[in-house]
């Protein structure tokens, strides 16, 4: 059961439901020479998570491992709501006068994404950020009837791969890697706008996978000529402290939301967003949730639109994508409702600090960057894989090697720094390297 603190505010409302004035009057009734008159011998106060590492029956690894999923700190009201039965057992809300509560949890959670990517919509969540990328693929090509699709190698490989297995049996439709400048990390602008098009979809990652920050302005000028274009965000943090997607006038926002409330296990379930501009809504895959009056006037909740092709006719339907994560869209509401836009900036800010004190630990210690452009909370060393093997043997997961992706990136090593690696974490990996 999780640990939930009380106030004194808390504490007193709780005296006078019952009414006594104090605590101690509970244990009236124990004799006084069987009571403990004085404080119990634990250490604290301790914040929520230090205080669940300490009940913890053996101490997790130090791990530095990200590369599209990440571990944050996760407030426990997540899991307190979430894990109500109403919620947890919950089916698709066919009927919408039984599933307000279904129905009001997606909306409120479109509503979210919406606002922190800067777009006018957001669908009722996808399967994870790859096949939204996909999916957003595919609206271009049958909203604009474009047959190239241009994607920066700086993308997540998964992402990418997962991109070409959704296009490898549709016809005509070409995938063009754009490649990334070997000194800063950024995708090469020149050959981006060499490549983009009135035929074309252009699609980018912000940050990219190597934890770069694209530079978004240039990006978005190559991109106007671009019949479609999309950003894609595979670490929903960021969206705390940089500057909206929807700034930047894409098509589309699409990615990966796990980082809000969802935990690391056994890499899924995962949970994808995307988000469009109000002239593409009708062409989006997934559902929509919207909030309407009922015949006495109260405010309701049903499925505004729902274009996959179970419900419409096949040749009108936007995708056969045929669920929402309901109860990972969910804890994501509940995760951005604890944490309010201050507590996401301070998040992505912890993130973004902690990375740069390893970094700059690491150049101390000899151990240099392969790029040299802006990072969030992801870098690329070199490390070789005995060193690596090495500390794994130490229980310290130092990062995820890349070199299987990027062949020309010898011993290529991408380390994560998360509000959940403290400075001892970053210590341990330091002294045993």
């Known amino acids: 059961m999780s640990y939930l603190c009380q106030t004194s505010h808390d504490l007193n409302i ?15 009734s124990i004799p006084e020479g069987m009571r403990l008159h004085r404080k119990l011998d634990i250490p604290g106060p301790l914040d929520e998570e230090s205080l669940r590492k300490s009940f913890a029956c053996r101490p997790s690894g130090v791990v530095f491992a990200g590369g599209g999923i990440y ?23 066919y009927q919408p006068e039984i599933s307000q509560g279904t129905l009001q949890g997606i909306f409120e959670y479109q509503s979210m994404m919406a606002a922190l990517t800067g777009m006018d919509i957001s ?49 005509d439709i070409e995938v063009v890697e754009i490649p990334f400048d070997p000194v800063t990390g950024r995708t090469d602008l020149e050959s981006l706008e060499n490549e983009a098009d009135a035929d074309s979809a252009l699609f980018v990652q912000q940050p990219n996978y190597f934890g770069i920050i694209e530079p978004m302005e240039k990006i978005a000028k190559i991109a106007s000529k671009a019949g479609f274009w999309g950003i894609t ?25 796990q980082s809000f ?25 997934g559902r ?20 996959r092709e179970q419900h419409i006719r096949r040749e009108k339907a936007t995708s056969n994508i045929c669920s929402n994560q309901g109860l990972c869209a969910l804890r994501a509401s509940l995760y951005l409702s604890a944490m309010g836009p201050e507590g996401l900036r301070y998040v992505a800010s912890q993130c973004a ?26 870098f690329v060393v070199s ?8 500390l794994q043997e130490k229980g310290i997961i130092p990062g995820i090697p890349i070199e299987n992706h990027y062949p020309e990136l010898k011993d290529a090593m991408l380390i994560t720094v998360t509000e959940m690696n403290t400075k001892e974490d970053c210590r341990c990996l330091l002294e045993n390297i």
């Not at 919207?290 to 274009?307: A, I, P, Q, V």
């Not at 490390?383 to 090495?390: F, N, S, V």
């Open 14 to 28: 709780i005296l006078d439901s019952i009414g006594i004035d104090t605590a101690e009057k509970v244990f009236s």
């Open 71 to 93: 571990r944050h700190h996760i407030p426990a009201l997540v899991d307190a709501v979430a894990s109500r039965q109403e919620f947890l057992t919950a089916y698709t809300p």
């Open 123 to 171: 669908n009722a969540s996808m399967y994870d950020g790859a096949s939204a990328l996909a999916e957003a693929a595919l609206m271009a090509t049958k909203l604009k009837g474009i047959r190239r699709i241009i994607i920066t190698r700086a993308t997540h490989p998964a992402y990418r791969a997962v991109l070409r297995t959704y296009l490898q049996n549709t016809h």
């Open 233 to 257: 965000v595979t670490e929903a943090i960021s969206m705390g402290i940089m500057k909206r997607p929807g700034s930047y006038h894409p098509d589309v926002v699409a990615g990966e939301a």
């Open 261 to 285: 409330g969802n935990p690391v296990c056994a890499g899924g379930p995962l949970l994808g967003f995307f988000c469009v501009n109000k002239n593409h809504v009708r062409r989006m895959p």
């Open 288 to 307: 929509v949730v919207g909030m309407t009056r009922d015949h006495d006037g109260k405010e309701s909740f049903c499925l505004t639109l729902s274009t």
């Open 353 to 378: 600090s902690g990375a740069r004190y390893l970094m700059g630990s690491l150049h101390d210690k000899g151990i240099q960057r392969i790029f040299n452009a802006p990072v969030f909370h992801e």
């Open 383 to 390: 490390m070789d894989e005995k060193k690596r093997l090495a």
